[in-house]
T-cell receptor
């Protein structure tokens, strides 16, 4: 089983649609979770850190379910500019060793928003 | 603040040539990382550093060396380039409340 798994998509949605991405992780001791956005041929950019209680930033909502070991990202009222690859990222915490911040990246979910 | 910068942006090498990729950050971060990204694969960690003068191996360190002589700079070296090292290389530094990583714009390397 991969450490971080995402549905690669692509997700093709019309403008204004609501779309949700899920991501599962294998290490139950993981402490930090993030969603990054990556545009074609560009660097990943931090979209949101995922807090344990869930958090919202404008049209974006992130949820964490520790019991089921999955993270979700909800995008409401999709814009053309939301077209990108969304990376689920987990910071595993190994009990008994220092946390050096070695992030584990999912392969990404591609979103294409069409007019 | 420039954030994280990388030089060069593009490079073409012949097999066996050497080169150094430079990463610089102006955010006073202790931790820095080098990743490679290949089509259809996620980002893979090559080497990382938890502070000036320290480096450690990541997931795919073979064929690469690194140095962190100054806190703001993290260098990635290829001593004898191979076609398998054709990739996009990203540098990142880590900071923030939740240890977020911030990436440079990447270096696109082709080894012929």
């Amino acid at each position: 089983r991969k450490e971080v798994e995402q549905d690669p998509g692509p997700f093709n949605v019309p403008e204004g649609a609501t779309v949700a991405f899920n991501c599962t992780y294998s290490n139950s001791a993981s402490q930090s979770f993030f969603w990054y956005r990556q545009d074609c041929r560009k660097e990943p950019k931090l979209l949101m850190s995922v807090y344990s209680s869930g958090n919202e930033d404008g049209r974006f909502t992130a949820q964490l379910n520790r019991a089921s070991q999955y993270i979700s990202l909800l995008i409401r009222d999709s814009k053309l500019s939301d077209s990108a690859t969304y990376l689920c990222v987990v910071n595993p915490f190994i009990v008994g060793s220092s946390n050096t911040g070695k992030l584990i990246f999912g392969q990404g979910t591609t979103l294409q928003v069409k007019p | 603040n420039a954030g994280v910068t990388q030089t060069p942006k593009f490079r073409v090498l012949k097999t066996g040539q050497s080169m150094t990729l430079l990463c610089a950050q102006d955010m006073n971060h202790e931790y820095m990382y080098w990743y490679r990204q290949d089509p259809g694969m996620g980002l893979r960690l090559i080497h990382y550093s938890v502070g000036e003068g320290t480096t450690a191996k990541g997931e795919v360190p073979d064929g690469y060396n690194v140095s962190r002589l100054k806190k703001q700079n993290f260098l990635l070296g290829l001593e004898s380039a191979a076609p398998s090292q054709t990739s996009v290389y990203f540098c990142a530094s880590e900071g923030g409340s939740y240890n977020e990583q911030f990436f440079g714009p990447g270096t696109r390397l082709t080894v012929l």
